[in-house]
């Protein structure tokens, strides 16, 4: 299963999909390929990486990819996790499935340092389960 996570900038959302996918999948002992990509790429938000790490989950040494690097890779599907990014590439020609499925952009919200991670663990959690539904679909 070679599954391919988008959002516009690559700092957040499609990094905590890719992120998961490749946990919960080694977890499962299911083999796959998962990546991440931006129509947009900044870098991978620290706080993202905080969350995650508070998971379990070691990023390593992520970096934002643009969109372009994946174009000549076949993907099982490619998922907008953005309405952004699906307005930016309504049509992924290298996947064989495309979907839409969007999350709040935890990067957005406002308030106190601890209520801005709260935002970021909830979305996490949302896209660990997403992704845990996907991959049991697709397996």
């Known amino acids: 299963m070679r599954i391919l996570?988008?959002?516009?900038?690559?700092?957040?959302?499609?990094?905590?999909?890719?992120?998961?996918?490749?946990?919960?999948?080694?977890?499962?002992?299911?083999?796959?390929?998962?990546?991440?990509?931006?129509?947009n790429p900044t870098s991978p938000?620290?706080?993202?990486?905080?969350?995650?790490?508070?998971?379990?989950?070691?990023?390593?040494?992520?970096?934002s990819r643009h969109l372009n690097d994946f174009v000549d890779s076949s993907w099982d599907l490619a998922v907008?996790?953005?309405?952004?990014?699906?307005?930016?590439?309504?049509?992924?020609t290298a996947a064989k499935r495309f979907e839409h499925h969007p999350f709040p952009d935890p990067a957005q919200a406002l308030g106190s340092e601890e209520e801005i991670l709260r935002e970021f663990r909830a979305v996490s959690l949302q896209i660990r389960d997403w992704v845990a539904m996907l991959i049991e679909e697709m397996s």
């Open 45 to 63: 938000n620290p706080r993202m990486l905080q969350v995650m790490a508070e998971s379990g989950i070691d990023c390593g040494q992520p970096r």
């Open 5 to 39: 996570f988008l959002c516009t900038e690559n700092a957040c959302r499609s990094q905590m999909a890719e992120h998961w996918a490749n946990h919960l999948a080694t977890a499962g002992g299911l083999a796959g390929s998962f990546a991440s990509a931006g129509t």
């Open 80 to 92: 907008t996790l953005c309405d952004a990014a699906a307005d930016s590439c309504p049509a992924f």
